[in-house]
Every structure is written in C-alpha cells, then in structure tokens.
C-alpha cells in the first residue's frame, strides 16, 4: 500500500506549478539564457539572465513575475539570447530564423545534442506545451553556429569634436 501512495506524491511532486522549465540536455556545453526585456521596467533587472550548466535545468513557477511577467500558465515567454557556450557558439532560436526563442508557459524545453548522425547542426531544441505534445518540427528545431554582430562603425564626424 505504501508504494502506490509514494508513487502518487512524486508525480504530484514532479507536476508543481511551474511556468516552463528548460532543460540543458548537452554533456559538455553550457547554456546561456537571456530573457527579453520585461514589460515591467522596474522587474527588467529581475528577468531572467543565467548560464544552466551541462545536465541540469531551471525552471520558472507560474507566479513568478520576474521569470513569467503574464503569471499565467496560458502565457509565453520570449528569449532574446538562448546560447550553447564554447567553441564555435551555437545560437538557438524558434523557428529557425527567428530573433527571439518563444517558451510556452507549462511548457518543457530541451537543448540536446541531435539524435540525426552525420547532421551539420550538433544540436536541436525539443519544445514541449503544456499537454506535453511536441511542437517542434519533426527533427527539431536546428542550432547554428552563432557570430557576434559586428562593432559599429566609427562616425566619421566625430573626429576631433570638442
């Protein structure tokens, strides 16, 4: 009797009120999260902006306003920066293209390295709603090798202003 009761309390345990969580499925790599700018300017310092460390996750609750401005499990939340760290530097966005990744709240995001041998992009995003349907493309949604902006130019005209 006591092991169907602790097998309910851990999915109800693993069920808690989050928003999303996002999962850094890769061995060696870690990932770098930077939120959009938040719609509150007095919550913007408190977006969230952390590296997950290979094999580990972080996850937003429902009622964190900082992580999920909405509060909402029916909102979403975008991400201006979702890097794999290291040598190149991948940069991973949905859909392909796309300035910005957008996570479902409730929903489960994956970076893993990708499952298709011989593929030229080494990792995919696995997005996941909150039903727990994937609603990524069939192969995932592909990463690809970032390169920073380039530094503006110098203005011309601002030489030897005073």
Same mark, same amino acid.
């Given at each position: 009797?006591?092991?169907p009761?602790?097998?309910?309390l851990?999915l109800?345990?693993?069920n808690g009120? #989050? !928003? %999303? $969580?996002i %999962?850094?499925d890769?061995?060696?790599?870690?990932? +770098?999260?930077?939120?959009e700018? #938040?719609? *509150?300017?007095?919550?913007?310092? #408190?977006?969230?902006n952390t590296?997950? +460390?290979?094999?580990?996750k972080? $996850? $937003? *609750?429902? +009622?964190?306003?900082? $992580? /999920?401005? @909405?509060g909402?499990? /029916? &909102?979403?939340? /975008?991400?201006?920066?979702? #890097?794999?760290?290291g040598?190149?530097?991948y940069?991973?966005?949905?859909p392909?293209g796309?300035?910005q990744?957008?996570i479902p &709240?409730? =929903?489960?995001?994956?970076?893993?390295?990708?499952p298709r041998?011989g593929s !030229?992009?080494? %990792?995919v995003?696995?997005v996941m709603?909150? &039903? =727990?349907?994937?609603?990524t493309p069939?192969? =995932?949604v592909?990463c690809? @090798?970032?390169?920073?902006?380039p530094?503006?130019?110098p *203005?011309?005209?601002a030489?030897?202003?005073?």
């Amino acid at each position: 009797m006591k092991a169907p009761l602790a097998l309910l309390l851990l999915l109800a345990a693993s069920n808690g009120a #989050h !928003a %999303y $969580c996002i %999962y850094n499925d890769t061995k060696d790599r870690e990932l +770098k999260l930077l939120q959009e700018l #938040h719609p *509150d300017a007095l919550r913007d310092d #408190h977006k969230m902006n952390t590296t997950i +460390k290979p094999g580990t996750k972080i $996850c $937003c *609750d429902v +009622k964190q306003l900082d $992580c /999920n401005p @909405e509060g909402s499990v /029916n &909102s979403s939340v /975008n991400f201006d920066i979702v #890097h794999i760290e290291g040598t190149p530097t991948y940069s991973c966005v949905m859909p392909e293209g796309a300035k910005q990744m957008k996570i479902p &709240s409730a =929903g489960t995001v994956r970076i893993l390295p990708n499952p298709r041998k011989g593929s !030229a992009f080494p %990792y995919v995003v696995r997005v996941m709603g909150a &039903s =727990g349907n994937d609603i990524t493309p069939p192969n =995932g949604v592909s990463c690809v @090798e970032w390169t920073p902006p380039p530094a503006p130019a110098p *203005d011309p005209k601002a030489k030897g202003k005073k």
